[in-house]
């Protein structure tokens, strides 16, 4: 009998975990493989009509759908709670290049804002995944469990905040003087810089 909240939970996971999905065979692998190789051609060959940054925003969303894919199979063959966060990872770095890629459509101080904003979206992304991992692998200890998981979420808030910050920070370039000043002291004030 389970005696704790605790203890159900760990077994809920582990539960989870063994029966996330079958073993795919091998030539179920090789036609998903086959099937990403293809998605991804086509995508990119959709892109050549395009011009400028919108062909190059179009290619890295291709090549982030591909990693996404391709992560989410593995995760699928394999399933852990790494492989999770590889998908999660993926998933992310997806999205931050697609971001970035669409910010060289600006100039300026609006593109460093942008990119700035996307690499905080990204660091939010990888460290709620890293959480996420933390919460998701299983410990028979629990105790050791929770100290794992209260370090993974005071890292991310830590890291998370340190990038918000850089992104307001960012924000405060394109003004000057005392308004300048006022901006970054309420971004640190903000941010607990």
Same mark, same amino acid.
């Given at each position: 009998?389970?005696?704790? =909240?605790?203890?159900?939970?760990?077994?809920?996971?582990?539960?989870?975990?063994?029966?996330?999905?079958?073993?795919?065979?091998?030539?179920?692998?090789?036609?998903?493989?086959?099937?990403?190789?293809?998605?991804?051609?086509?995508?990119?060959?959709?892109?050549?009509?395009?011009?400028?940054?919108?062909?190059?925003?179009?290619?890295?969303?291709?090549?982030?759908?591909? =990693?996404?894919?391709?992560?989410?199979?593995?995760?699928?063959?394999?399933? /852990?709670?790494?492989?999770?966060?590889?998908?999660?990872?993926?998933?992310?770095?997806?999205?931050?290049?697609?971001?970035?890629?669409?910010?060289?459509?600006?100039?300026?101080?609006?593109?460093?804002?942008?990119?700035?904003?996307?690499?905080?979206?990204?660091?939010?992304?990888?460290?709620?995944?890293?959480?996420?991992?933390?919460?998701?692998?299983?410990?028979?200890? /629990?105790?050791?469990?929770?100290?794992?998981?209260?370090?993974?979420?005071?890292?991310?808030?830590?890291?998370?905040?340190?990038?918000?910050?850089?992104?307001? =920070?960012?924000?405060?370039?394109?003004? /000057?003087?005392?308004?300048?000043?006022?901006?970054?002291?309420?971004?640190?004030?903000?941010?607990?810089?």
């Amino acid at each position: 009998m389970i005696a704790n =909240k605790k203890q159900l939970l760990s077994a809920l996971i582990l539960a989870a975990f063994a029966t996330s999905g079958f073993a795919l065979t091998k030539e179920e692998v090789k036609a998903e493989k086959h099937r990403i190789e293809g998605e991804y051609k086509a995508a990119k060959e959709q892109c050549r009509a395009l011009k400028n940054n919108a062909k190059d925003v179009c290619e890295k969303e291709a090549k982030g759908n591909e =990693k996404i894919a391709k992560a989410e199979l593995e995760a699928r063959e394999k399933p /852990s709670a790494d492989h999770n966060y590889k998908v999660a990872l993926a998933k992310a770095e997806a999205a931050r290049d697609v971001a970035k890629e669409k910010c060289d459509d600006l100039k300026g101080n609006p593109k460093d804002v942008c990119k700035k904003d996307a690499e905080a979206a990204y660091t939010k992304a990888k460290d709620d995944a890293k959480v996420h991992k933390a919460v998701a692998t299983p410990n028979p200890d /629990s105790t050791e469990k929770a100290a794992d998981v209260s370090k993974a979420r005071k890292d991310a808030a830590e890291d998370t905040r340190e990038a918000q910050y850089k992104a307001a =920070k960012e924000r405060c370039d394109a003004m /000057s003087g005392d308004a300048k000043d006022a901006c970054v002291n309420d971004a640190k004030r903000q941010f607990g810089q």
